[in-house]
């Protein structure tokens, strides 16, 4: 019925929400006999550069008459790179080399602009979220079998997040709800990035490992000029979380 049509419309909820998963995956193998240079190397990248909004503009208007008001922007996102490389056989010098990358650079964001007023019936809730699971492996090997050969080797592992995550109430807006009030922001990372490498041989070997991890993310909640928020018989909550897991 047209009646039930409305009700339905009433429920007033702006949602935007991305699921991504990325997924980079590398090898290479090389096998010589007698020779002066046996080489591999191998390479895994993930870049992610990506935009999530809900935006409500300037001096608007919203209200509900009967239920919740709801702005939320999600974006969740699993990265994986696995890089291997391997150099086997008899030479002069044998030489492999590993290198995987992710790198994030996502912005959430939940904007509410200015001198909007907002009325709800019962609860009204804004909320930017992110998550992010990266995980990087990279291994090498270099063996030589040659009398005095040499064995060269390298595993570079690095994860970038730079997440910017925003839930911002604009000046001299106007919130008003019969329940609660939550305005958030939360950023989950859990980052692991692991690096192997293996020289071996009857000569000089030489190996090393890097590994790199940095995270320049921003987590914002932010309440304007002027603004005012009113809740008639519920909770006003203002929350910003950044949770980090790191190996």
Not at 65 to 92: E, H, M, N
Not at 105 to 129: H, P
């Amino acid at each position: 019925s047209t009646n039930r049509l409305l009700e339905l419309v009433d429920v007033l909820n702006f949602l935007t929400s991305n699921n991504y998963y990325a997924e980079a995956i590398s090898g290479a193998l090389a096998i010589g006999d007698n020779g002066n240079f046996l080489g591999v190397g191998s390479v895994a990248m993930v870049f992610e550069d990506t935009n999530t909004y809900v935006e409500i503009g300037n001096e608007n208007t919203i209200k509900s008459t009967k239920s919740d008001i709801s702005l939320k922007a999600k974006a969740d996102t699993t990265a994986r790179t696995i890089a291997g490389a391997v150099a086997a056989g008899k030479s002069a010098t044998a030489a492999g080399a590993g290198i995987s990358v992710v790198s994030t650079d996502n912005v959430v964001r939940v904007n509410l602009g200015t001198k909007d007023n907002i009325e709800s019936a019962a609860a009204y809730t804004q909320s930017a979220e992110s998550i992010d699971d990266s995980l990087v492996i990279t291994a090498e090997a270099a063996v030589n079998a040659k009398d005095s050969g040499r064995s060269y080797g390298a595993s570079v592992s690095i994860v970038l997040n730079g997440n910017l995550v925003e839930s911002n109430v604009g000046a001299q807006s106007k919130i008003t709800a019969a329940k609660d009030i939550n305005v958030s922001t939360k950023a989950d990372h859990d980052l692991c990035n692991i690096a192997v490498g293996v020289q071996g041989g009857k000569g000089a070997a030489l190996g090393g490992t890097i590994l790199f991890q940095k995270t320049t993310g921003q987590t914002y909640t932010y309440v304007g000029d002027q603004a005012v928020l009113t809740s008639t018989s519920g909770n006003i909550n203002l929350t910003a979380d950044t949770v980090e897991k790191m190996v």
